[in-house]
Nanobody, 123 residues
Framework: VQLQASGGGSVQAGGSLRLSCAASGSAFWGNIMGWYRQPPGKQRELVARMTSSGGANYADSVKGRFTISRNNPENKVYLQMNSLKPEDTAVYYC??????????????????WGQGTLVTVSS
């Protein structure tokens, strides 16, 4: 399974961007899908994640500004980012875990990262 993220770019403070991420490559029964980010010189941190049943949690720094959503049948996850701030500048990574087919056991559980997409917010 591979994750392909898109939608990053450069915006001014107060602007909006929408990130998209799609899983492809094999049958995949997604569990958690979400977004992490790594600001320049800092560690990767959780932004938002959502379970297959729709439960979501967000980092405190993005609550009320970012909204995560997903399309389970298509194994896609989205991040709508509004009221962007310069401190939101980071490489954003999508993440997914779930089950894939396995010959010996029927299924196995995996976690996968996307390649990252850069979001730059200028003041």
């Amino acid at each position: 399974v591979q994750l392909q993220a898109s939608g990053g770019g450069s915006v001014q403070a107060g602007g909006s961007l929408r990130l998209s991420c799609a899983a492809s490559g094999s049958a995949f029964w997604g569990n958690i899908m979400g977004w992490y980010r790594q600001p320049p010189g800092k560690q990767r941190e959780l932004v938002a994640r959502m379970t297959s049943s729709g439960g979501a949690n967000y980092a405190d720094s993005v609550k009320g500004r970012f909204t995560i959503s997903r399309n389970n049948p298509e194994n896609k996850v989205y991040l709508q980012m509004n009221s962007l701030k310069p401190e939101d500048t980071a490489v954003y990574y999508c993440y997914a875990d779930g089950h894939v087919p396995a010959e010996a056991t029927g299924v196995r559980f995996i976690g996968v990262w996307g390649q990252g997409t850069l979001v730059t917010v200028s003041s």
